[in-house]
């Protein structure tokens, strides 16, 4: 069976521009969660969907923002890149809220 | 204060030695967490606990929901041990999890 799979692995975009990150969750999994680190910092709860509904998100502005389609794979949004944009962002499933998660691969995203 | 605090931050061990990690929260919670992230940042699910102890393998995990603490175990530690382990929480009925800061845990030979 296939983990949560992540795309890109690796991008760079400059100050200013927009990204779109993609994840595929573990079949049969319903929730999907978006979590940032940044470099040398903890890891901080960005987004969670459930049955292709926005269930709650962190302390992040609205330029962050995201969806999740009817196959419940999703997608994370951020507009105006900034620097301290950059870090791993990282997608989790489960099959259902408040039981074991499993993390993607991660995408390093780099903003110059 | 972080709702979510982990000790020590870092950690050396020989080969051998028997490791605990701690983590307390000062939130109500459904469910806690243990995660083990490596170097490559690949992030593996250990335990997910709720009351009590769970063992597998060499490690093992409890919780104290009374006194709002859990401690993860590894007995005979070896150098593939070394990881960053990262305790975190299920706040009330959340989905998501709020995480501590993590233990960078090193073991020599």
């Known amino acids: 069976e296939a983990g949560v799979t992540q795309s890109p692995t690796h991008l760079i975009k400059t100050r200013g521009q927009q990204v779109t990150l993609r994840c595929s969750p573990i079949s049969g999994h319903t929730s999907v969660y978006w979590y940032q680190q940044a470099l040398g910092l903890g890891l901080q709860f960005l987004l969670w969907?459930?049955?292709?509904?926005?269930?709650n998100r962190g302390n992040f502005p609205p330029r962050f923002s995201g969806r999740q389609f009817p196959n419940y794979s999703s997608e994370l949004n951020v507009n105006a890149l900034e620097l301290e944009d950059s870090a791993l962002y990282l997608c989790?499933?489960?099959?259902?809220?408040?039981?074991?998660?499993?993390f993607g691969p991660g995408t390093r995203l780099l903003v110059l | 204060k972080n709702e979510v605090e982990q000790s020590p931050q870092n950690l050396t061990a020989q080969e051998g030695e028997f490791i605990t990690i701690n983590c307390s929260y000062s939130v109500g919670i459904s469910a806690l967490h243990w995660l083990q992230q490596h170097p490559g940042g690949g992030i593996v699910s250990l335990f997910m606990l709720s009351s009590g102890k769970k063992k597998h393998g060499r490690l093992i995990a409890t919780i104290n929901i009374q006194e709002k603490h859990s401690s993860l175990h590894i007995t005979a530690s070896h150098p593939r041990d070394s990881a960053v382990y990262i305790c975190?929480?299920?706040?009330?009925?959340?989905?998501?999890?709020?995480f501590g800061k993590g233990t960078k845990l090193s073991v020599k030979p």
């Open positions: 969907y459930d049955e292709g509904e926005e269930r």
């Open positions: 975190a929480v299920n706040r009330g009925s959340q989905g998501n999890l709020i």
């Open positions: 989790a499933s489960s099959f259902r809220i408040q039981e074991t998660q499993y």
